[in-house]
């Protein structure tokens, strides 16, 4: 019998994460966005509810809960209902905390995973994205090949948020045909970090374009070792992430709209009474539990160690139609208001444009 309710576990955490949420992030994300900052004090009290620490193995000095991608987008769209910079910025560690959990030796696990347990919040970030009109995950350009028992990476990376006070990159790169990843440390000659990008969206999160130059690696830092990554799991671990994270931008919109057009009178009534605009919520709402649904389904057969590229990559692309649709959907229930910043729905709506561009930025 499938249920369709969280977790007694489950929910305490979600309760957990709106609590934090109505606290700390819906107070400041707007402050954020025109900043372009997000203060230390919110990444501090988020950090110390254990969002990485709580799946890192007791052994390996974590909290050792069960690693589940299901309660992992759960934990992402309520962050993200919050405010998304702050919920990617928040969750950026897991880009390398979670493949090494799930694919790591257990040198790397030894070596790495502690860190990510310790009271300061811990920089670490991946770079897959690239510059390229034809960017494919499963063939990069940026490439690593074998050299004097090590790998020489070469190539560009851009939307790598938090990369330039990154202790550890998990660098994607493509080696003989296959898409591996490899951890490069901070200060690594042939590691170049740019300014920072002037994004349209997630203002207030932090992302650089890298330049690899030979850049070299130990074979050590090959993610996995001999044995290498399973790289479709991971794209479908972000996939499930980043749908997560699109239910939640969407949701705020959906709400913030919706409850607007109760409270907003024309001619003498709501304009919510109006059928245009009825209708226009009515399907905002099937949009965004239709995507939720998608996206658990997913999470659940990655929970089972069952192959969810099928599930994922639907739920991920019908994910980034809908929180496209129904951010703009947002901006026109609220009319010129919806254009002006005096209301968040154009921030929804400049979030929720990226969605498409966000490969490998997030992962549960």
């Not at 019998?1 to 606290?23: A, G, L, R, T, Y």
């Not at 090590?150 to 938090?162: A, M, S, T």
């Not at 009474?273 to 995507?291: G, H, K, N, P, Y």
């Amino acid at each position: 019998m499938i249920s369709f309710s969280p977790s007694e576990d489950q929910q305490m955490i979600v309760n957990m994460v709106k609590e934090f949420v109505n606290d700390h992030a819906r107070k400041v994300y707007r402050e954020c966005d025109e900043s372009g900052d997000i203060p230390a004090n919110v990444i501090d009290t988020a950090w110390q509810l254990g969002f990485i620490a709580s799946s890192i193995p007791e052994e390996f000095e974590g909290f050792g809960g069960e690693r589940s991608a299901l309660t992992g987008t759960l934990i992402a769209e309520e962050l993200a209902w919050g405010d998304l910079s702050i919920a990617m910025h928040i969750l950026c560690p897991a880009l390398v905390a979670t493949p090494v959990v799930e694919m790591g030796t257990e040198e790397q696990k030894r070596q790495y995973l502690p860190s990510f347990c310790g009271d300061q919040f811990k920089v670490a970030t991946a770079a897959l994205i690239e510059p390229s009109y034809n960017f494919n995950p499963a063939s990069l350009q940026t490439t690593a090949k074998p050299d004097n028992g090590g790998y020489v990476i070469n190539g560009e990376k851009c939307y790598v948020p938090l990369a330039a006070d990154a202790d550890l990159l998990l660098v994607y790169a493509n080696e003989s045909g296959n898409t591996q990843g490899f951890i490069v440390e901070k200060g690594t000659p042939g590691l170049e970090i740019t300014e920072r990008e002037k994004n349209m969206g997630i203002k207030a999160l932090a992302t650089y374009e890298l330049s690899l130059k030979n850049c070299k690696v130990p074979k050590e830092n090959r993610l996995g070792g001999d044995a290498g990554c399973d790289f479709g799991r991971i794209m479908n671990l972000s996939r499930v992430a980043l749908c997560g994270m699109a239910v939640g931008v969407a949701r705020a919109a959906f709400e913030y709209a919706r409850d607007y057009a109760k409270e907003r009178h024309a001619f003498g009534e709501p304009i919510a009474s109006r059928q245009a605009i009825a209708f226009m919520l009515a399907e905002m709402a099937i949009d965004v539990d239709a995507t939720r649904l998608m996206t658990w389904e997913a999470a659940w057969k990655l929970d089972r160690n069952e192959d969810a590229t099928k599930e994922a990559s639907l739920a991920k692309m019908y994910a980034d139609d809908m929180v496209m649709s129904v951010t703009n959907n947002a901006v026109q229930v609220l009319g010129g208001h919806g254009y002006i910043r005096d209301h968040p729905v154009e921030l929804w709506f400049r979030n929720g444009r990226g969605f498409a561009t966000f490969d490998g930025m997030a992962i549960v």
